[in-house]
């Protein structure tokens, strides 16, 4: 039996190392459906998953596979999934199954072009705005965007780690060239990697309350199996998990949901900052599109022209209050991606006039390049 962690150096694509950082999260089961691009991170998690004791399934479509995680996971194992377009689409109503059931879980996206079944061996980055508002109704969502096979890895530890400690699914929002393309990837040693797991209910099962939160908003998590009484709906439900279908309920089960994400968002958001001290036009991005901006953004300075990078590494919740700062004293924010406009709608509103803020779209299926991005900076600098 091979280990859970491949320590060392190795040379992967993205999708393998999503797979591997799932497993070093101590991930144990994974059930999904093929699909371009996504299927290598099944395919590697098929061959290593009976290596570690754990458990793949390849479910019936994609409706069965987020219901299958879910499951699991109210079992105490630790659960994900991985699709692309279309398979993300019929994820979406089990996926708010998940935020309102509180279940941890994980989510792995490789994006590719849309809509419907679109360029499926093709880039994109067309699904952003769906990872945020996929599912009906109001819910917390964390998305989580990786600009290389070393943050495939990295980033679906975390994912993980998120999942667990706030008890909601979370997102790994890749695309097909991140997820293709083939680096060194480093592991480090398994006693090394933060694992984080979900708050457990150890009281008294005659007074389990299974939605009854800490002072964190986040209720500890009693198995199926363990004496407990865990009542399950989709429907807004009190503490008990019983249903109560009235506005006073949804307010109270809604709110926190939201709540325990929002209020702890300082601790969930990441991103990368680079030379915005002095800048006068700042590029927001992410994914390939950020790792591309990062190679303009140098070339830009080698011309004298100030200009500075954030690139977003947690893309839900948003750094509202990181971006709104920094557009005080900028004269352009340019906003890269591959699609017709998504992220740019929630950096305009989040800048409110203090920046110019201009879209900058890459037509799915290709892939931008630094010297078309260094273009709009010098247009943008002037």
Known sequence: MRPRVLTGTHFMNGDFAAAEGGLAAGCKFF????????????????????EVGGVYIQME???GSMAAILGASCAGVRSMTATSGPGFSLMQENIGL?????????????QRGGPSTGLPTLVSQQDMMQAKWG???????????PASPQECFDITIQAFNTAEKYRT???????????????????????????????HYDGDPAEHLPYRPDEDLIPPMALAGEGCNVHM??????????????????????????????????DIIKYEEIGTEDAVVIVI???????????????????GIKAGLIRLITIWPFPVDDIRKLAEGVKTILVPEINFGQIVLEVERVVGGRAAVEKVTYIPGTLPDPDSMLKRIREAAK
């Open 31 to 50: 059930a999904g459906y093929p699909i371009t691009p996504a299927t290598e991170v099944a395919e590697r998690m098929a061959a290593r998953l009976p």
């Open 61 to 63: 479509d994609e409706l």
């Open 98 to 110: 998940g935020a309102v059931l509180e279940v941890p879980c994980v989510v792995v996206d490789v």
């Open 135 to 145: 599912s009906h109704g109001d819910y917390p969502i964390v998305a989580y965007s």
């Open 169 to 199: 699914p979370v997102l790994v929002m890749s695309d097909e060239v991140v997820g293709h393309m083939t680096e060194r990837v480093t592991i480090p040693e398994e006693e090394t990697i933060k694992i984080v797991d979900r708050k």
């Open 233 to 266: 709906t989709g429907l807004i439900h009190d503490e008990s998990g019983r249903p109560l279908i009235n506005a006073e309920t949804e307010a109270i089960l809604v709110g926190r949901l939201l709540d325990k994400v929002g209020k702890h968002a300082k």
């Open 285 to 303: 991005a992410y994914g390939i599109t950020g790792r591309i901006a990062n190679r303009a953004v140098e070339m830009a300075r080698k011309e």
